[in-house]
């Protein structure tokens, strides 16, 4: 009798929760560019996975967001998640101004099928990267929402890195 596979580690209840739909199964296009007028954005989408730490990779080039395609995709049930940097060594990276984006905002999402969905930001939050709300960030939920994150706060240089997270939220418009 072959052994039963080594169980995940799991580290939150995002990651327990398993769906017997897969994102596969849906016919909602992949993104491929963001937009948001309000803040001169626009960038194609590259498709991110989990780094060998098991987080979600970043984008490789500072001036292109990424989507995490391990998600759902914009406008499926479930938080999509797109990240980007604010900056690098060489100048201002693609969410460069993601935290003065206003309530209200609209956030447009281009599909690979030449559709668009359309988000408006309900919110912005400004964490700790030690105290990151991971459930509110990607958490399954029942309705389609959008989660753009990226780094904020003071930079340490020691670490390279900087302390915060600025997570916008934004829902579709109906």
């Known amino acids: 009798m072959p052994a039963a596979p080594a169980a995940p580690v799991v580290t939150s209840p995002a990651q327990a929760f398993h769906s017997v739909r897969s994102y596969g199964d849906v016919t909602v296009a992949e993104p491929v560019r963001l937009r948001i007028p309000a803040l001169g954005i626009s960038s ?46 060489a100048g201002p990276g693609v969410f460069f101004r993601l935290a003065t984006l206003p309530i209200g905002a609209n956030v447009f999402v281009d599909r690979a099928d030449g559709s668009t969905v359309d988000f408006r930001v309900k919110g912005t939050q400004h964490v700790a ?35 915060d997270n600025v997570i916008v939220y934004a829902d579709p418009l109906a």
């Open 44 to 89: 194609p989408l590259l498709h991110l996975g989990l780094a060998p730490d098991r987080s979600i990779e970043v984008p490789g080039d500072y001036g292109t967001a990424g989507w995490f395609a391990q998600g759902p995709r914009p406008g499926q049930p479930g938080p999509a998640v797109i990240l980007g940097h604010i900056d690098s060594k």
């Open 129 to 163: 990267k030690t105290a990151c709300p991971t459930d509110l960030v990607y958490a399954p939920t029942l309705e389609p929402s959008l989660r753009l994150v990226t780094c904020g706060g003071v930079f340490d240089r020691a670490k390279g890195s900087y302390l």
